[in-house]
């Protein structure tokens, strides 16, 4: 049984995404004075007296908007309030009831799920002002007072949440889950990939670069496995972000990458490989993170027997800094090779999180440096005492030696070499630290 649901809704700029952040005690929704900025659904966990719940994000409602976005955003909120469990329903004092509002309730009336309203920005302490009793008149019970900045009136409104929670059996934490970052540069299929994974509409899609901001999280299991996309906002090169909230979506992409297991990084076929997919796939190279290079939109590709072939030793030379990430030709719009895609997630990842134990990792070395004998400089020569694994993800090794100028990278790279070719570590990234007996690091 998964955890119960609480979706928050409500018209633009009434302060929902502040109080989803200060009910989830976490910085994860964009803030922003201007309207609009939250579209897909955003999902947290939250806490409150020992019970937990999911939280989800929603893009301000307009009810009667044609915009292409403003539509599709009431079409997410719609999605949460199907699935919530409670609704959270945040107006604002300082405008009051409006129409838009009473459009709202009325659909949340007609949903049938349990409603609890809320009137933000009640910024002052004690009793709520007159215009409070006015959201009486929307027809959903007591509304609660609550300031979403200063955090006053918020545990009122987590008891009433509470209350109307259905029962919940806490089940085991799954440890198989893999959290994959989707990245890339505006417009190259992102949200589409996340959509055609979980078989819905996930989040909102768009030929208008830019449509995602926020990092959302989305669970799928098959039997591939059980996964995490985080589906991310496009990476523009610095001199074209102009909005702050494009700095702030570009970093939650990246924070994105930071608390994920596995990255795909996508590549548009119609557009090929340029300096920004370089840059992109270099901070998660940076970041050790097992990495499938994902090339979408492959079936719009004018192409013969031999593009892929082609195609693919061109983004060997330009990864080759990441030589080791696999490469696959997908269409998030068809589905095309979306089963290769899973099975390589689960490959690297799998990688990413391997552990070597010292006895065999030490046998490795016998042979290796048997076979090409450590190099020598004005008589001396390297020593390899032992190595043993520091770290996974990536995995991390630590050879003890006598000098460290002596470890060349030539060198190094023949021991990288072996470890791979040993422990069929062939997909990620490895890193080998050296290490003077009785010294500090000296190299990493």
């Not at 016998?366 to 996974?392: E, F, H």
Request: aromatic share 8%; with cysteine; charged share 25%.
């Amino acid at each position: 049984m998964s955890l119960p649901l609480v979706a928050v809704v409500g018209r633009p700029n009434v302060g929902k995404s502040t109080l989803f952040n200060k009910l989830s005690g976490q910085r994860i929704a964009i803030v922003d004075d201007k309207p609009g900025v939250t579209r897909d659904r955003i999902y947290a966990k939250c806490e409150w007296l020992g019970r937990e719940f999911m939280l989800v994000d929603t893009g301000g409602i307009e009810p009667q908007s044609q915009d292409v976005i403003l539509s599709q955003m009431r079409r997410q909120a719609q999605l949460a309030i199907e699935k919530a469990d409670v609704i959270i329903f945040v107006t604002d004092i300082k405008t009051g009831v409006t129409a838009a509002d009473e459009e709202v309730a009325a659909m949340l009336r007609r949903s049938n799920k349990t409603v609890i309203l809320c009137v933000n920005k009640c910024d002052s302490i004690g009793e709520p002002p007159a215009e409070f009793y006015e959201f009486y008149d929307l027809g959903l019970g007591d509304p609660t007072a609550v300031s979403s900045v200063h955090g006053h009136g918020t545990g009122d409104l987590l008891d009433r949440v509470l209350q109307s929670l259905p029962e919940y059996e806490e089940e085991n934490t799954d440890s198989d889950v893999i959290r994959v970052a989707v990245i890339g540069k505006p417009n190259v299929g992102k949200s589409s990939l996340i959509n055609r994974l979980c078989g819905e509409e996930r989040v909102i899609v768009s030929d208008i670069a830019g449509t995602t901001r926020d990092a959302s999280d989305t669970f799928v299991e098959n039997e591939q496995g059980k996964f995490v996309f985080i589906d991310t906002a496009g990476i523009r090169k610095k001199s074209k972000v102009y909005e702050n909230i494009e700095r702030y979506s570009v970093l939650r992409a990246y924070m994105a990458i930071d608390s994920a297991d596995a990255a795909v990084i996508m590549i548009d076929a119609l557009e090929g490989f340029t300096e920004q997919d370089s840059k992109i796939a270099g901070y998660a190279h940076e970041k050790g993170k097992a990495c499938v290079i994902a090339v979408n939109k492959w079936d719009a590709q004018q192409k013969d027997t031999h593009t892929m072939d082609e195609y693919r030793k061109k983004l060997a030379v330009d990864l080759s800094f990441m030589s080791y990430a696999p490469i696959v030709f997908i269409s998030a719009k068809n589905g095309t090779r979306i089963d290769k895609l899973l099975e390589l997630i689960v490959y690297t990842a799998q990688q990413n999180a391997v552990r070597v134990p010292t006895g065999r990792l030490n046998d490795m070395l016998s042979i290796a440096t048997a076979r090409v004998q450590p190099p020598s400089d004005k008589g001396r020569r390297l020593k390899i005492y032992y190595m043993t694994q520091a770290s996974s993800k990536p995995p991390c090794f630590v050879a003890f030696v006598n000098r460290a100028e002596l470890f060349h990278f030539s060198y190094r790279r023949y021991i990288e070499n072996q470890i791979r070719e040993t422990f069929g570590i062939d997909s990620v990234p490895i890193v080998l630290m050296v290490r003077e007996r009785n010294r500090d690091d000296v190299k990493t």
